[in-house]
T-cell receptor, first 113, second 112 residues
Framework: EAQVTQNPRYLITVTGKKLTVTCSQN?????MSWYRQDPGLGLRQIYY???????DKGDVPEGYKVSRKEKRNFPLILESPSPNQTSLYFC????????????FGDGTRLSIL | KQEVTQIPAALSVPEGENLVLNCSFT??????LQWFRQDPGKGLTSLLL?????REQTSGRLNASLDKSSGRSTLYIAASQPGDSATYLC???????????FGKGTRLHILP
């Protein structure tokens, strides 16, 4: 089954403790992206990647890192999480960078205490 | 900087009615506009993608139009059903930077 898989689905942690949210897709998609969704602010793009070893900042990249060493994986890294990064995070992928529908994962709810 | 606005923020209509959701954007330099559906606690599902050279796309009871020059798109839902209740989001992909910008969504409730 074609899918985008995020792990974990839920995480409660403390300020400053490094964490990684994994994202994997099995559709051989080139484009992958991370978003956060907050009440009143909607979905905002954090980082995106147009292919292996190519990553670019979205609208809200501060406090996040990503890597794209393999085509299927696009982990989101919070080196020193802070409470303002408490949010619902989505990973998405599409076949190419242009004019292809995005497929979303089920989301990861992060709570930083 | 691209801004995407969706009006109304919420909408309740009786089952069976036809309805229109609106999306506007400030920068016409786009590759495409997508409409998504999000159910509570779930991820987003792509409904329709309109390329910048296209005027409309149709899928079943859904029809999306795009007027790039005026920065507007509409999603038309025919013969609404309770199962259409969800939040509908539009997003544009910029052709200057490949960034994707979302609107805040319209929360739709179809009354049985």
């Amino acid at each position: 089954e074609a899918q985008v898989t995020q792990n974990p689905r839920y995480l409660i942690t403390v300020t400053g403790k490094k964490l990684t949210v994994t994202c994997s897709q099995n559709m051989n998609h080139e484009y992958m992206s991370w978003y956060r969704q907050d009440p009143g602010l909607g979905l905002r793009q954090i980082y995106y990647s147009m292919n292996v070893e190519v990553t670019d900042k979205g609208d809200v990249p501060e406090g996040y890192k990503v890597s794209r060493k393999e085509k299927r994986n696009f982990p989101l890294i919070l080196e020193s999480p802070s409470p303002n990064q408490t949010s619902l995070y989505f990973c998405a992928s599409s076949l190419s960078t242009v004019n292809q529908p995005q497929h979303f994962g089920d989301g990861t709810r992060l709570s930083i205490l | 900087k691209q801004e995407v606005t969706q009006i109304p923020a919420a909408l309740s209509v009786p089952e069976g009615e036809n309805l229109v959701l609106n999306c506007s954007f400030t920068d016409s330099a786009i590759y495409n506009l997508q409409w998504f559906r999000q159910d509570p606690g779930k991820g987003l599902t792509s409904l329709l993608l309109i390329q910048s050279s296209q005027r409309e796309q149709t899928s079943g009871r859904l029809n999306a139009s795009l007027d790039k020059s005026s920065g507007r798109s509409t999603l038309y839902i025919a013969a609404s059903q309770p199962g259409d209740s969800a939040t509908y989001l539009c997003a544009v992909e910029g052709n200057r930077d490949d960034k994707i910008i979302f609107g805040k969504g319209t929360r739709l409730h179809i009354l049985p």
